[in-house]
């Protein structure tokens, strides 16, 4: 089962390198420049997933964000990450901090879609 990952990054370079690493890895990348973009172009349906979402945006935080996810019934987990010293209470051990790892995004990547790999 092919597992579909939206990074939502304002930065290109960021959105280009994560969305190429993440490609080489096996996932399915849908790739969006704003919080506004995520939200209009997200499918409805329940798919395979994730989200990757940068914490500090322009014009939005991920809490408002996390809580629009919830209130139009998303029910893919979300990873932070952040190159702000900000935290989320609670999922501190969760937020990747920028520049992140290939290790550390994979990994966090494959323990928000409970361990499933790719190519199972």
Not at 8 to 29: M, N, Q
């Amino acid at each position: 089962m092919t597992m579909v990952v939206h990074v939502v990054d304002d930065e290109p370079s960021v959105r280009k390198a994560i969305s190429r690493l993440l490609r080489v890895a096996g996932y399915d990348v849908v790739a969006y420049q704003s919080v506004e973009q995520l939200l209009d172009q997200l499918p409805e349906k329940r798919e395979s997933g994730c989200i990757l979402l940068d914490l500090v945006m322009p014009g939005v935080s991920g809490y408002a964000v996390l809580e629009r996810l919830k209130e139009i019934g998303s029910t893919l987990p979300v990873v932070f990450m952040t190159g702000s010293v900000e935290t989320i209470p609670g999922r501190a051990d969760g937020l990747l901090k920028k520049p992140v790892s290939k290790d550390r995004l994979l990994g966090a990547i494959e323990r928000a879609l409970g361990s499933v790999r790719p190519d199972e």
